[in-house]
């Protein structure tokens, strides 16, 4: 008798210490230190200016307003405070012609100022007359470097330059370089000056560049002006 009260304690005492032990709540798993510092040091740093690298290219500047390109490592050297090259002129009379297209599949790459024959054409900023030359399209024509040599402006259908002009001949913005015309490719019943913007590439060559609409920067900035 006394020993089967012993054996019925002893499972009261068993069954209790069990209970106690299962509400208890379970530690926590051991990290290993080296796992740790192996998932610390594998894991990727952010990298400045990755996200800002990836947006630019996709950024659309709406203050050019140019259908050729929507955004350039260039923006931030854009042509600024040009003069409308015809006198006279103003902003609201300009018309955005540079995606017009014109034979040959080509894109017109320029605006059309039209104006009376003999009306004169000015400098639309400082620089200097790269070269002077009479094309079977552009008739006579004006290639202006400006003073860092990153842009050429160029003034077409001529009727004829200033007198004394010549080949690298600094000039002011606002000097009178020629006359409005229909040389070259021009409807004679429609005289105007073409006026295209070029951004030159490091050889600096006078007839080879990228246009860029010269509209934004006539009108828009005029405008506000």
Known sequence: MKYLAMLVLG????ALVHRELA???SPAPKVRSDCLA???ASTPEPVPGKLEA???PHVVTSASGSTTSQASPEADRSPSGLLIPVQGKTAHELVDTFTDARSEGR??????????????VLAVADGHVEKMFNSQRGGLTVYQFEPTGKYVYYYAHLQRYTDGLAEKQSVRRGQVIGY???TGNADPAAPHLHFAILLLGPERRWWKGTAINPYPYLS???KAA
């Open 11 to 14: 499972m009261l005492l068993g």
């Open 23 to 25: 509400i208890l709540p």
């Open 38 to 40: 192996v998932c610390v």
């Open 54 to 56: 990836f947006l630019a």
């Open 107 to 120: 894109s017109h790459d320029a605006i059309d100022i039209m104006a009376a024959a003999g009306t004169p």
């Open 180 to 182: 409005v015309g229909s």
């Open 220 to 222: 828009l900035i005029n």
